[in-house]
């Protein structure tokens, strides 16, 4: 082991803060070894922390339908290739139901940038499958205004999941045409103003990413205190302008995973759908990295193809039911178990009980 590399595990191990330049030395990682000992750890503080539970969010992707532009995207409104959907209200709740017959403790609302919707209609669906079960409510429908967010908030949404994608505002900008990561931020922090748990998250190897760029992700989800991170490699998309880029790389992902768990101990995080996507094994590795989180695709079969975020995503031609069996059995597998409560924040202020 390096001798930088070995001080900053060191330090990081001992629960305390660590400077920028050990989020560094620990992102840089060399494979073997030092690799091993940083999930390691992670692991180690994730069962400490947060146990062996893995908690399920049910996600049912109600509009494809998106405004904006985004490079990697395959929502992105220029897109004319795919078949744009609105899940009707009661299709929605029966599939609410189905989780709820499941024992799903949190359902995840999640759609384009879709302002067909205004933030009454938002509301008005979230209260509809509030009433289906004692299920968490997370919303994740991107930007909208301070009066949408407290609409959706008085109609029962206990979460809402909004990434800031990249923390180099520049590349922010160049990726997310017509946005800003200001803009972005000022969201999540007004999400937390309302009392929202909130979950925020970045790429992994976007085109002109650096570990500098990283290391800013992983301060900026410390600096705002995020209650969930989603972090997950890009994957290109053959219809967006950046289908010849190459994808994000597994083990920087995982490390990026593993460094947030040491910065973050108490954070919901998730093996993404984009880590199973990329690699066979992505969501076991990153169960044993840091991760406590899976977010099984709910959305009924008929919309799943459309709903290409990038290609080939995992599970995206499975029926709910095979979703559920085979994450289950995954998690089995790992020796983890299935968390049967809603899995809000461990943190002093969203205890429920
Ligand atoms: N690769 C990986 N993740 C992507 N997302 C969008 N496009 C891609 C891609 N090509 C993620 C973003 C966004 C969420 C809907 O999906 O982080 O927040
Ligand atoms: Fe729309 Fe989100 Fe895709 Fe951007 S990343 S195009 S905001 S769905």
């Not at 099984?296 to 031609?317: C, F, M, T, W």
Request: net charge neutral; glycine share 8%; charged share 25%.
């Amino acid at each position: 082991m390096g001798e930088k590399f070995a001080a900053a595990l060191a330090r990081a191990a001992t629960g305390n803060e660590i400077t920028k330049q050990q989020i560094i030395d620990l992102l840089s990682a060399l494979p073997g070894e030092e690799e091993n000992k940083l999930f390691q750890l992670a692991d180690q503080v994730r069962q400490k922390y947060l146990g062996n539970e893995v908690h399920l969010r049910g996600i049912i992707e109600f509009s494809n339908f998106c405004r904006n532009d985004c490079f990697y995207c395959g929502l992105r409104r220029s897109n004319k290739q795919i078949q744009r959907y609105r899940i009707p209200i009661e299709e929605i709740i029966e599939t609410a139901k189905y989780a709820a017959e499941l024992g799903y403790g949190t359902i995840v609302l999640q759609s384009g940038e879709d302002l067909h919707y205004s933030g009454q209609e938002l509301a008005e669906i979230i209260r509809q499958v509030k009433k289906v079960g004692g299920f968490a409510i997370t919303a994740c429908v991107g930007e909208r205004t301070w009066e949408d967010y407290t609409l959706m908030k008085e109609a029962g949404a206990d979460r809402y999941l909004l990434k800031h994608e990249t923390a180099d505002p520049i590349l922010f900008s160049q990726l997310r045409p017509e946005t800003t990561l200001k803009e972005r931020i000022k969201g999540i922090q007004w999400l937390k103003e309302l009392g929202y748990q909130v979950g925020s998250g970045n790429i992994v190897g976007l085109p002109g990413q650096t570990i500098e760029t990283l290391v800013e992700d992983i301060l900026l989800l410390r600096d705002l205190d995020v209650e969930m991170a989603g972090i997950g490699p890009f994957i290109p998309h053959h219809q967006t302008p950046l289908g010849n880029n190459s994808p994000g790389d597994l083990s920087l992902t995982l490390k990026t995973l593993a460094v947030t768990r040491l910065v973050l101990p108490q954070t919901h995080l998730p093996a993404t759908t984009a880590v199973g996507t990329l690699h066979p094994e992505g969501r076991k590795l990153a169960l044993a990295s840091g991760a406590n989180v899976i977010m099984p695709n709910l959305s009924p079969v008929s919309y799943r193809e459309k709903y290409q975020i990038y290609p080939d995503k995992a599970g995206s031609r499975e029926k709910p039911t095979e979703s559920h069996a085979k994450i289950t059995s995954l998690i089995k597998e790992v020796g983890r178990s299935v968390s049967t409560g809603r899995g809000d924040s461990p943190k002093d202020k969203f205890k429920t009980c």
